[in-house]
């Protein structure tokens, strides 16, 4: 694909392939039914509704389907639209597939891998240690190729492990400015912090939350992962209780999803930096996709602000 269509503008034509995200159908003020389509390639996605639909439409214009689709990119209520034109679901001689239009870490798997063996290396405690070897290993695969979200930020393919490196990167710096920190009990708690989401989410292509993720969420989750793995390694000593401690505050507050605030000091940090990679990831790739002097779209996860691109560069 020459042109993604995170880089479209209004006005701009559209004759492409793409991929179908998800399709939910509704029912117009005629009576009529449509779909509502999000479609997405590797740069990011777009609303479309394909109007009019008859029953094969609806069994062909399915999530994980390829499309070739023909229109025009739109405004509807300050949000860009795909008009649709023509669309026809892809066809083996076309010479296209499902990853080609799904977004990846910029950042291979094998050097994700490597940074977090590297971490794991530096760490000196041995029961924070084997309880972070052990969960890596049995979670080895998912966590280099699942995403770290469905939406706001690190939604792509190797998205989770991609977020930790970058924490852990992040770690290390404030570490060396902090020494007091305990870096052991800090990066484990960045390695493990995400890890249950192998278990909320669903996959890699088309990401939504699974039953035990909707039920239960990430943070439960690894919260008894660590208990058993603990139990199983036969380790039975605070550590393990103050490395809970970490992934049940990570998300700081209440109402962001922690059953606690943070109450020690590495968890404090956990939360912060955290927050940092998660909203530099989504202010980056929001502002890759505008010009200089211009605005991003409105950011959900940073409190509905647009963001200006201002026309001088520069990264001194």
């Keep these: 694909m020459k042109k993604g269509i995170g880089h479209y503008s209004i006005g701009d034509p559209f004759d492409n392939f793409i991929l179908i995200k998800s399709a939910s159908r509704g029912v117009a003020s005629n009576g009529k039914p449509f779909l509502t389509l999000i479609l997405r390639d590797a740069t990011g996605e777009i609303e479309a509704k394909l109007w009019d639909i008859t029953k094969e439409d609806e069994d062909v214009f399915i999530p994980e389907q390829i499309v070739k689709l023909s229109g025009e990119v739109n405004q509807f209520r300050g949000k860009p639209q795909l008009k649709i034109f023509t669309i026809r679901p892809s066809q083996t001689t076309d010479g296209v597939q499902v990853s080609d239009f799904v977004e990846k870490a910029p950042v291979n798997k094998d050097v994700l891998m490597g940074k977090l063996t590297e971490a794991i290396f530096e760490m000196h405690n041995p029961s924070l240690q084997r309880i972070v070897r052990a969960l890596i290993k049995k979670y080895q695969e998912a966590l280099l190729t699942y995403p770290a979200a469905t939406k706001n930020h690190h939604e792509y393919v190797s998205g989770l492990a991609h977020?930790?490196?970058?924490?852990?990167?992040?770690?290390?710096?404030?570490?060396?400015?902090?020494?007091?920190?305990?870096?052991?009990?800090?990066?484990?708690?960045?390695?493990?912090?995400?890890?249950?989401?192998?278990?909320?989410?669903?996959?890699?292509?088309?990401?939504?939350?699974?039953?035990?993720?909707?039920?239960?969420?990430?943070?439960?989750?690894?919260?008894?992962?660590?208990?058993?793995?603990?139990?199983?390694?036969?380790?039975?000593?605070?550590?393990?209780?103050?490395?809970?401690?970490?992934?049940?505050?990570?998300?700081?507050?209440?109402?962001?999803?922690?059953?606690?605030?943070?109450?020690?000091?590495?968890?404090?940090?956990?939360?912060?930096?955290?927050?940092?990679?998660?909203?530099?990831?989504?202010?980056?790739?929001?502002?890759?996709?505008?010009?200089?002097?211009?605005?991003?779209?409105?950011?959900?996860?940073?409190?509905?602000?647009?963001?200006?691109?201002?026309?001088?560069?520069?990264?001194?």
Excluded: C
Excluded at 170 to 196: F, M, S, V, W
Excluded at 204 to 216: A, R
Excluded at 277 to 283: S, V
Excluded at 290 to 315: M, Q, S
């Design 163 to 316: 977020h930790v490196v970058s924490m852990l990167a992040l770690a290390k710096e404030l570490h060396a400015l902090y020494p007091e920190t305990n870096k052991d009990l800090l990066y484990a708690g960045i390695i493990l912090h995400d890890l249950g989401k192998v278990k909320e989410l669903s996959g890699v292509v088309t990401t939504s939350y699974t039953l035990e993720g909707k039920l239960i969420g990430h943070i439960p989750i690894m919260v008894e992962e660590i208990g058993n793995t603990a139990k199983e390694l036969q380790i039975d000593s605070e550590e393990v209780l103050i490395l809970q401690h970490l992934i049940l505050s990570h998300h700081g507050k209440a109402e962001w999803g922690s059953p606690k605030a943070p109450l020690i000091r590495e968890a404090e940090l956990l939360h912060l930096i955290d927050l940092i990679d998660a909203r530099m990831n989504t202010l980056n790739r929001a502002l890759g996709k505008v010009k200089p002097g211009e605005f991003t779209e409105r950011l959900f996860a940073l409190d509905n602000r647009a963001f200006y691109k201002p026309l001088f560069e520069g990264n001194s």
